[in-house]
């Protein structure tokens, strides 16, 4: 049985958090779960946008649950065990961190679903921020979208998660990235369905324009392009129609939408951290980063976005966490990612540049 605490903790404590973890999807809640398990001081500061909270109704692959879930459940869940072991929780939206272990700055402001302003300080912090997604728009405006484009509605959004659910299916691949994302969707339905259409929105958040579009009229899939005006559910999962600026009508028993995530790594870049091209932070094995006292966990690193990757994430970086703060071998266990060693000799860190660099920075 799974002890859930009431509501969340509404004045955290302002001393020194051992911890600070910003983002509590699930990520966060499995890293602050250790933690507090542990009994180290820990806060999570969570804004509250997960895709948890809003676009994930059918969870058939994270282990351990009953076969068909939902997000909003399965993150109350997730919280409610972290806040029992002892873990509090703020919503609130971090909007810059400072300073350096063992005493980071993490300062909050007002966003639209939070109204905390305060600063609070921590030795270590784990980025578990997630990613933002684009949708395609409907009359030109993203937001639109979201309403009715919900997993309940009959619409899709990962193929590792949902391709198994549309058997069968007449399903119309919404697609708003790249023409290798699109392909990539229709060929993972491919074993469930043979029943697929592709849609270019016209109005994508990456242009489709300088890609290489023989790749469709190469592959076995219907497609069409336009931008769309309308989209509607008369009987959700079984008719649904997007209508195009055009006047073509769209028919299918499933959108799948091939979205555009992006990794939320803005506040982590102002104290140094390494991304890649796409935003991605960058960190070794552990979910360490290249900054001496933080950590990254889930979605928001170069990793498949599952929930049982962003719990095992957030669980390994928490682990890390507590034999650092606990054992001062730790603090020789530098950073070990093997791509990363260009950007260790040109950035500066200072626990690695300063002293014996080739002596505490292994690289497997
Ligand atoms: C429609 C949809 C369906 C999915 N279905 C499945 C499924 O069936 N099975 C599966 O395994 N996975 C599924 N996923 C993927 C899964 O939801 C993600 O992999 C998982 O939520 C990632 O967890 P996370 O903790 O890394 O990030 P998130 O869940 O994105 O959580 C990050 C949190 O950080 C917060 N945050 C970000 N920046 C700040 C800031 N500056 N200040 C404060 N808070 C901040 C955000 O508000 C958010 O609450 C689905 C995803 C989508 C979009």
């Known amino acids: 049985m799974i002890g859930i605490a009431q509501g969340e903790d509404r004045m955290p404590d302002k001393k020194l958090f051992d911890t600070i973890i910003i983002g509590g999807g699930p990520a966060g809640c499995a890293a602050a779960l250790h933690l507090a398990y542990h009994k ?25 649950l009953a076969t068909y879930s939902e997000g909003r459940t399965l993150l109350r869940q997730l919280q409610g065990v972290a806040k029992s072991a002892g873990a509090q929780f703020k919503e609130a939206n971090v909007v810059r961190v400072s300073g350096a272990y063992p005493e980071f ?21 784990v980025f578990a921020t997630g990613t933002s997604r684009k949708h395609p728009r409907v009359k030109g405006q993203w937001r639109n979208w979201l309403p009715v484009a919900n997993v309940g509605n009959g619409a899709f959004y990962c193929p590792d998660c949902e391709a198994p659910l549309c058997k069968d299916k007449e399903v119309l691949v919404v697609n708003v990235g790249t023409v290798g994302s699109a392909l990539h969707v229709a060929n993972s339905l491919t074993r469930f369905t043979d029943k697929i259409k592709i849609l270019m929105t016209e109005d994508a958040y990456i242009p489709f324009e300088g890609q290489d579009l023989s790749r469709l009229e190469n592959s076995p ?47 982590a870049q102002t104290i140094g951290v390494d991304v890649d091209d796409k935003g991605n932070i960058i960190t070794d094995h552990r979910g360490k980063t290249n900054i001496e006292g933080v950590w990254a966990a889930g979605d928001c ?21 507590n034999q650092f703060l606990g054992n001062e071998y730790e603090h020789e266990e530098t950073f070990d990612h093997p791509e990363c060693r260009a950007a260790l000799h040109t950035k500066d860190i200072p626990s690695a540049e300063s002293e014996d660099t080739a002596s505490k920075v292994e690289f497997s």
């Not at 180290?40 to 351990?64: A, E």
């Not at 006047?247 to 979205?259: H, M, N, R, S």
């Open 40 to 64: 180290r001081k820990v806060l999570v500061l969570d804004r509250g946008t997960s895709p948890m909270h809003f676009h994930t109704n059918t969870i058939m692959n994270f282990p351990s």
């Open 105 to 125: 700055k993490v300062e909050t402001a007002r966003s639209y679903r939070t109204r905390d302003e305060s600063t609070y300080l921590a030795r270590t912090l």
């Open 221 to 267: 899939f219907e497609w069409t392009r336009g931008k769309i005006k309308e989209v509607e559910f008369p009987v959700p999962g079984r008719l649904q129609r997007v209508v195009l600026e055009s006047g073509e009508v769209l028919q299918a028993e499933v959108f799948f939408v091939a979205f555009v995530a992006t990794p939320r790594s803005e506040v």
């Open 301 to 321: 690193r170069p990793i498949t976005q599952q929930i049982a990757m962003a719990t095992g994430t957030g669980n390994y970086a928490a682990l890390m966490i």
